[in-house]
C-alpha cells in the first residue's frame, strides 16, 4: 500500500525559480489536499480538491498553483520562488466521508529557497 | 478568526503520569469532526484519534481519550500513563463543511523520566 506519495522529499531553489511538487495517492480518494507547516507552527491549507478537474483555495494561495487533471495526483507548481516560500509541504488525501482518521498524509517535501 | 486554538505551547509531563492538552473550536456547522494528530520529530502526521459533533459519547482509542464538551467547544486530548515516545508535536483539527481539515498551531509534549 503506497498511500500518498511525495517527491522530491528535499529541494533547494533559488530565488525566482520554479518547481512542482508531485502527489499521487493510490487509494481512489476524492478529495487531495496541500499543505505548508513554517518551522514551529501547524499546517496551514494551501488548496485543496474535491475531484478531478475542480480545485479550490485554502488560506495561504498566494504564489502557488493547482491542477487536478486525474483522481490520483495532484501537482503543487511555485512559479517564482520567494525565502517566505521555505517550508515542509504536505499533500494528504481523503475519501468522500473522511471520518475515523480517512485523512492520509505523505512523508512530506522540506523545501529551501535561498 | 482562529478556526483552532491550541493555547499550550509546550506541556512537561512525567513517564506513567496522564496529561491533558486543550483544544478549542469555532464553527457554525452543526456537522463537523474533530481530529488530534501526533507529529514525532521525524515530521510525519500519525492520526489519534476522532470525534464526529454528534457522536455522543467521548472517542477513546487505548491510551487516547478525547474529552468533547460540545457547548464549550472543547475537545481535549487525555493521554494516560505517558511514554517516552509521546513526545512529539500535537495538533488539534477541524473538518466542517466542505471536508477542508483546519489545524491548530500545536503544542509540544515533551515527557521526563
Known amino acids: 500500500n503506497a498511500g500518498v506519495t511525495q517527491t522530491p522529499k528535499f529541494r533547494i531553489l533559488k530565488i525566482g525559480q520554479s518547481m512542482t511538487l508531485q502527489c499521487t495517492q493510490d487509494?481512489?480518494?476524492?478529495?487531495m489536499y496541500w499543505y505548508r507547516q513554517d518551522p514551529g507552527m501547524g499546517l496551514k491549507l494551501i488548496y485543496y480538491?474535491?475531484?478531478?478537474?475542480?480545485?479550490d483555495k485554502g488560506e495561504v494561495p498566494n504564489g502557488y498553483n493547482v491542477s487536478r487533471s486525474t483522481t490520483e495526483d495532484f501537482p503543487l507548481r511555485l512559479e517564482l520562488a520567494a525565502p517566505s516560500q521555505t517550508s515542509v509541504y504536505f499533500c494528504?488525501?481523503?475519501?468522500?466521508?473522511?471520518?475515523?482518521?480517512?485523512?492520509?498524509f505523505g512523508s512530506g517535501t522540506r523545501l529551501t529557497v535561498v | 478568526a482562529q478556526k483552532i486554538t491550541q493555547t499550550q505551547p509546550g506541556m512537561f509531563v512525567q513517564e506513567k503520569e496522564a496529561v491533558t492538552l486543550d483544544c478549542t473550536y469555532d464553527?457554525?456547522?452543526?456537522?463537523?469532526?474533530l481530529f488530534w494528530y501526533k507529529q514525532p520529530s521525524s515530521g510525519e502526521m500519525i492520526f489519534l484519534i476522532y470525534?464526529?459533533?454528534?457522536?455522543?459519547q467521548n472517542a477513546t482509542e487505548g491510551r487516547y481519550s478525547l474529552n468533547f464538551q460540545k457547548a464549550r467547544k472543547s475537545a481535549n486530548l487525555v493521554i494516560s500513563a505517558s511514554q517516552l515516545g509521546d513526545s512529539a508535536m500535537y495538533f488539534c483539527a477541524m473538518r466542517e463543511g466542505t471536508d477542508k481539515l483546519i489545524f491548530g498551531t500545536g503544542t509540544r509534549l515533551q515527557v521526563f523520566p
Open positions: 494528504a488525501s481523503s475519501a468522500r466521508d473522511s471520518q475515523m482518521g480517512g485523512y492520509t
Open positions: 470525534q464526529g459533533s454528534y457522536d455522543q
Open positions: 464553527t457554525s456547522d452543526p456537522s463537523y469532526g
Open positions: 480538491s474535491v475531484g478531478a478537474g475542480i480545485t
Open positions: 487509494m481512489n480518494h476524492n478529495y
